[in-house]
């Protein structure tokens, strides 16, 4: 089959931390992207197949002797070129351009002004006005190379956007990829539309086709084993594994004990019944709660449970025969390599094992289909092929689960009185149309016995902390800000309903200082 994206775009990245956000922004215009660091074998940039090029920002200085330089076939490229920060420092001082130390860093919001048409303004900024921008640099280009122009101008960077049309070269000194510049986006759309004068081909349609037909071809007529977890990644991977090769997959659902009301349940029946995927239940709460029974460290409880969680899926994963592979849910940030923050040589390749170390222990091959995709593709994908909202909009959910939301020690007793409690909360927030607009929220059942009134009676009980959160991808995080009158209710309805429980507090911590999870 061919393939179905042609319009594929490159980032050439010089290390900054937010290259993956222009990769995010391309993928939103509805451009196929992906990121390669600037000290990748050369060969890689000129076997991508890219119809346009984007040159990143950096940490380092092009004065410095050892300064990342743009890769030979991207330099000798007339494909239409972006460069953005120390990506326009490189372009200008490679090909005659002059750029100095500046006298102070210019970091955070700026205005341009814009002083001449450019393709990368189009339908976006006229001549004369101005806009915000989000600059950060210390650098700064003073003397442009033949052939270039400005468009417009900043106080502090009389270079901010610059443009060699005829040799279909642009740049900026700003950031277009973050949020803080709102019309960003927009530039950067300009750039792949109006400048290079490609069209949108990247969509969740597009990928599925390529997915299913990449799955056949490396799994042939083998079997493939799946963990699901009842969160987003594993779930959308069944499926589209599931539509790729059809009953050849078998999905291994371990309940550890430390799940949600009635989660477990409703992965049996959404994944046996409505999609009709082989699944293998193995209910080892009793194996896990046993295992967890006086560990209090957090660490060790995370331990504990991965160890065993991979005892428990080796086992019944052994009795497939002819199984081959292991599907994971990896994603396009655990894998992307990043070029470390001194700018140096020095390349490293995050990975991540969900069952850590077992296709090893097994011998299987990896299946994962959504190594090149960000999370909120995944949610696409899985809107694309149907899936209901109430499981690919669902809120992330640890491994550990209920585990690292007891501290001290964990009880039978004590899971069930936070699986009442939280299921009471996100009800609630279901009910009052928050859940959408929240990132992750949930309830914490702490060790800690607190004296309360009932009726006539004086009770002892338990604490429950009530969390939400608003994020983009769980790096940082803000609280929700709810209504007092919305917690009232929620705390009302736990102390009356679930016994074990006489107070609940708010948790008002951003991430950073405070982690989202309790432990
Ligand atoms: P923290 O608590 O570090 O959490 O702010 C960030 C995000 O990661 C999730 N999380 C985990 N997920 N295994 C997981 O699969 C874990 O041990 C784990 N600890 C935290 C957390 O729920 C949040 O979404």
Redesign the pocket.
């Given at each position: 089959m061919s393939d179905p994206v042609s319009n594929r775009i490159l980032i050439v990245d010089f290390g900054s931390q937010v290259t993956q956000l222009i990769a995010r922004r391309v993928r939103e215009a509805g451009f196929y992207s992906e990121i390669i660091p600037y000290n990748a074998d050369p060969a890689r940039f000129a076997d991508f197949g890219a119809r346009a090029i984007i040159l990143s920002g950096g940490p380092a200085s092009v004065l410095n002797e050892d300064a990342p330089t743009i890769p030979a076939p991207v330099a000798a490229s007339t494909l239409p070129m972006l460069g953005i920060c120390y990506g326009q420092q490189a372009l200008m001082h490679e090909t005659g351009g002059t750029v100095s130390k500046g006298t102070a860093q210019e970091f955070g919001r700026a205005d341009v002004t814009v002083a001449e048409d450019c393709a990368l303004f189009d339908g976006l900024w006229e001549t004369g006005s101005s806009h915000p921008v989000w600059m950060s640099h210390g650098d700064k280009v003073t003397a442009l190379a033949q052939g270039w122009r400005v468009v417009a101008a900043s106080e502090g960077a009389p270079f901010a956007v610059i443009e060699n049309p005829t040799a279909n070269r642009y740049a900026v000194q700003f950031h277009p990829e973050v949020h803080h510049t709102p019309d960003g986006a927009g530039l950067i759309r300009n750039f792949l539309t109006k400048v290079a004068g490609l069209e949108p081909d990247w969509s969740m349609a597009s990928f599925r086709a390529e997915a299913i037909a990449k799955i056949r071809a490396q799994v042939g007529d083998k079997r493939v084993i799946c963990g699901l977890s009842g969160g987003v990644d594993s779930s959308v991977a069944a499926v589209l594994i599931h539509e790729a090769i059809g009953d050849r997959l078998t999905c291994i659902f371990v309940d550890h004990g430390m799940l949600r009301k009635n989660e477990g349940a409703e992965v049996v029946s959404l994944f046996r019944d409505t999609y009709n995927i082989p699944l293998i239940h193995v209910d080892a709460s009793a194996t896990f709660l046993g295992a967890l029974a006086g560990v209090s460290d957090p660490e060790t409880k995370?331990k504990t449970i991965g160890g065993l969680f991979i005892d428990v899926f080796e086992a019944e994963a052994k009795k497939i025969e002819g199984a081959a592979f292991l599907a994971q849910g990896t994603l396009y940030p655990d894998v992307i390599e990043s070029v470390s923050v001194t700018g140096g040589p020095s390349v490293t390749i995050k990975s991540h094992h969900n069952v850590g170390g077992l296709p090893e222990r097994m011998d299987l091959e990896l299946v994962e289909p959504f190594r090149l995709l960000f999370k909120d593709e995944v949610r696409a994908l899985g809107y694309e092929m149907g899936m209901p909202h109430s499981l690919v909009g669902r809120h992330?959910?640890?491994?550990?689960g209920l585990a690292?939301r007891i501290p001290g020690d964990i009880t039978p007793e004590r899971a069930s009185i936070l699986r009442e409690a939280d299921a009471i909360y996100i009800e609630e927030i279901r009910r009052a149309g928050l859940y959408d607009e929240i990132w992750?929220a949930f309830a914490v059942l702490l060790p800690v016995k607190t004296v309360g009134v009932m009726g006539d009676g004086r009770t002892y009980e338990s604490v429950c902390g009530l969390r939400a959160v608003t994020s983009v991808d769980?790096m940082t995080?803000d609280v929700y800000p709810f209504d007092p009158a919305f917690l009232g209710r929620v705390a009302t309805r736990i102390v009356n309903e679930v016994r074990g429980i006489n107070r609940v507090v708010y948790d008002i911590t951003t991430?950073p200082p405070g982690?989202?999870?309790w432990e």
């Open positions: 995370r992330p959910f640890p491994g550990p690292i992750q769980g995080a991430k982690t989202i999870e």
